[in-house]
């Protein structure tokens, strides 16, 4: 079965550290799709990133990067130098695809919860 | 482009009653799917549309259920309300729904069943 687990709970940080959210997935499929979503209090759901389980190479975009390591199934996320605007929710989520085709299904993680102190 | 919307943002229902609630996608977009999300259950997918026909359905009873119109807009309809669908529903679109593209969602609707 198909699942995302996402450990951390909650994570309270100083602003300007840097933290790692951690993302764990398991699937049969071959060909996968990765996700991060940030959900701030307002509830909207907000696209971050999309990997694709051919591409392994790390992406950087402005202070936040991501590290996908197809021999662990990990796909975690850096924010550096955190500010308070980070304080949000922030979801992992793996395509569902029954190895083809698209299933309109994405898989999520429970969400780790972010706080940023000033 | 306009993102997605979502009405209305806020529902409180009394149990047994039925609420319908409307999901407008991103210009273009013909892939429509909806997510309940609950402080216990966390995210969970409850259909997704494409094309006016159901494409794939979450686990969830019949109560829910939902239909898309011919301008890809969508409305998803819980039926004899229960405590426990109190929830954030939402919907994402996304662009041609064949692939696991990138779906986009929409604000919300936060429902409270009393």
């Known amino acids: 079965a198909q699942k995302v687990t996402q450990a951390q709970t909650e994570i309270s940080v100083v602003e300007k550290e840097d933290v790692t959210l951690d993302c764990v997935y398991e699937?049969?499929?071959?060909?996968?799709?990765l996700f991060w979503y940030k959900q701030p209090p307002s509830g909207e759901l907000v696209f971050l990133i999309r990997r694709n389980s051919f591409d392994e190479q790390n992406e950087i975009s402005g202070r936040y990067s991501w590290n996908f390591q197809k021999s662990t199934s990990s796909f975690n996320f850096t924010i550096t130098a955190s500010q308070v605007v980070d304080s949000a929710v922030y979801f992992c989520a793996l395509s569902d695809s029954h190895g083809s085709g698209n299933t309109g299904k994405l898989i999520f993680g429970q969400g780790t919860t972010l706080q940023v102190k000033p | 482009k306009a993102g997605v919307t979502q009405t209305p943002r806020y529902l409180i229902k009394t149990r047994g009653q039925q609420v319908t609630l409307s999901c407008s996608p991103i210009s273009g977009h013909r892939s429509v799917s909806w997510y309940q999300q609950t402080p216990g259950q966390g995210l969970q997918f409850l259909f997704e549309y494409f094309s006016e026909t159901q494409r794939n359905k979450g686990n969830f009873p019949g109560r829910f259920s939902g239909r898309q119109f011919s301008n890809s807009r969508s409305e998803m309809n819980v039926s004899t309300l229960e405590l426990g669908d109190s929830a954030l529903y939402l919907c994402?679109?996304?662009?041609?729904?064949?692939?696991?593209?990138?779906?986009?969602f929409g604000p919300g609707t936060r429902l409270l069943v009393l």
């Open positions: 699937t049969r499929d071959t060909t996968y799709y």
């Open positions: 994402a679109s996304s662009s041609t729904g064949t692939g696991p593209e990138t779906q986009y």
